[in-house]
């Protein structure tokens, strides 16, 4: 496990601070952790006995006269540094040039990428905003981890920047999302000033062997540097590239499986859903997460097998995400059609095949449906890495409390139906694999995973657990800051010869 070297602090930058913030008038804030992958992720090795810091967007413009009290209180509450954007520039940054330009692109779906310069430069902006602000805080010896697609251009910034200022720090940029193949990327008018701004760091790092090539072959084949087997030969200086798959924490579900009002509401839902199999779809409402395709594939199982209408449905929780893009308005539009188009079809008056919920759902909530559920469906038409199956691995491989056991003697675990196209797939063995594209097939393979037999459903969820326990959370982001910290110890050693 890594730890801090005397010298070198951690920082951490991300688009969004691992806190939401309230506005409580008069210049008074409320601060709360956040959820999500990477800040499960970093929970390992961000804590109170290391040194660390923070720096990432509030989500909102702040009023001039309330930024110092803003500051203290993200400082001493949570060792974080707000980058400042106004209101214009992070609409077009985030709303503009991340996700309407990047995010698409980067999972593969060219037609619903949009380009202009106004964003771009709005990209351009914000990317140096976050430099600037960084650069008032480093200290020679500090790691500092830069995350994701927004910040593509950071990594060379601040290289730049702590050139100047003859300051050594050690730069590492990690995507989450895929890394598409050069066909895609090539569309993108500044793709070789994005490929020449993560080349800044010293270390870059990607969730799969497939994210992690296309990046070397589109190096080699647009800025011409010279792919090794480790990474980028920039000049004299070898940046390193690395997979470095993403987990979660599977301890987190097992706490929360021993709270007793966890394990009441798994014990109602059994009782809500006797004689039903419970086919569950957790998403954030995106376009990447192959809702539709989910929803088709549902409506062929049940045209495939009739003897399933009335005896399976498929609950679906959508997370609502980046509610302000027209993209994810037209999708939430699509996916009530169908929902209404196959409760309509397949419905009884006391059967609704597709039970839809569209509202954030609350851990023990999604801990008590992961365990209840027969069978977790992840659709995904692309997907960086996808935590839902992993969490749904750690709700049904793990054997519970024994008052969990008793009450599902009978129950063989639930089953994983997972797209291929997500990272995850590469890492579940066990999982039922399909192509979300192909509905018929989908429909056949959820048929064999509702009527699976206790014996491949404990063989293949034994598997499944085993790799999710293997692959935590906190060892993705320990094995990254590692790797990190020993390229600054080459480095230090090269300068001293
Ligand atoms: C997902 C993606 C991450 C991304 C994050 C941003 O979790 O997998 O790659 O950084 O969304 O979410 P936000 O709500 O800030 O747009």
């Known amino acids: 496990m890594w730890s801090p070297t005397p010298k070198g602090r951690l920082v951490i930058v991300s688009n969004r601070l691992p806190v939401s913030i309230k506005d409580l008038g008069q210049g008074r804030y409320e601060t709360k952790p956040s959820c999500g992958g990477l800040i499960t992720g970093l929970r390992g090795v961000v804590n109170k006995d ?43 940054y985030y709303n503009g040039f991340s996700n309407s330009t990047l995010w ?10 949009s380009f202009d310069d106004n964003s771009m430069h709005a990209y351009r902006k914000a990317n140096k905003a976050f430099a600037d602000t960084i650069m008032c805080e480093l200290k020679d010896g500090d790691h500092v981890w830069v995350h994701d697609y927004h910040l593509m251009l950071l990594p060379l910034m601040l290289r730049q920047r702590a050139e100047k200022l003859k300051i050594n720090i050690n730069i590492g940029w990690f995507l989450h999302t895929p890394f598409p193949d050069c066909d895609f990327l090539n569309v993108l008018p500044m793709r070789n000033e994005l490929l020449g701004g993560i080349l800044g760091a010293d270390v870059v790092g990607f969730q799969t062997d497939q994210a992690r090539n296309n990046f070397l072959f589109a190096c080699s084949q647009s800025l011409r540097w010279f792919a090794t087997g480790t990474g980028v030969l920039c000049g004299d200086r070898e940046v390193s590239a690395q997979t470095f ?42 376009c990447i997460k192959g809702l539709p395709q989910k929803l088709h594939a549902f409506d062929k199982l049940l045209d495939q097998y009739p003897e399933l209408v ?10 609502p995400s980046r509610d302000d893009l027209k993209a994810h308005q037209d999708l939430k539009w699509e996916i009530q059609q169908l929902v209404g188009m ?13 039970q839809f919920l569209y509202k954030p759902i ?53 089953s994983l139906v997972l797209s291929s196209f997500a990272g ?6 066990g999982a039922l694999f ?11 393979v959820l048929a064999h995973a509702l009527s699976m037999d206790a014996a491949e459903a404990s063989a293949r969820m034994e598997k499944l657990g085993l790799q999710v326990e293997q692959q935590t959370s906190s060892l993705w982001g320990s094995n990254f800051i590692e790797a990190l910290e020993k390229f600054g110890k080459s480095r230090s050693a090269k300068d001293r010869r």
């Open 245 to 286: 798959p993403i987990g979660i924490e599977p301890s987190e579900f097992h706490c929360r499986l021993r709270k007793s009002s966890v394990q009441s509401t798994v014990r109602r839902l059994r009782v809500d859903f006797r004689g039903t199999k419970v086919i569950l779809g957790v998403d954030r409402l995106d």
């Open 424 to 429: 995850a797939a590469n890492h579940l063995d």
């Open 310 to 319: 009335g005896h399976a449905v498929l609950l679906q929780v959508v997370i």
């Open 50 to 92: 290391n040194e660390f810091l923070w720096f990432g967007w509030p989500g909102m413009e702040i009023p001039k006269d309330n930024v110092p009290p803003l500051k203290k209180t993200l400082m001493e509450e949570r060792n974080a540094i707000p980058v400042l954007l106004d209101q214009n520039t992070s609409d077009l």
């Open 104 to 113: 698409p692109l980067l999972h593969y779906q060219l037609d619903k990428a």
């Open 362 to 414: 609350d851990p023990d909530e999604l801990t008590a449906l992961y365990t209840a559920a027969d069978v977790c469906f992840v659709s995904s038409i692309r997907d960086g890495m996808n935590l839902v199956c992993l969490e749904y691995v750690a709700c049904q491989a793990h054997h519970g409390t024994e008052a969990l056991q008793s009450s599902r003697k009978d129950k063989a675990p639930g």
């Open 434 to 444: 399909v192509n979300p594209w192909d509905h018929e097939r989908c429909a056949d």
């Open 342 to 354: 196959i409760n309509g079809k397949h419905g009884k008056v006391n059967y609704v095949p597709v």
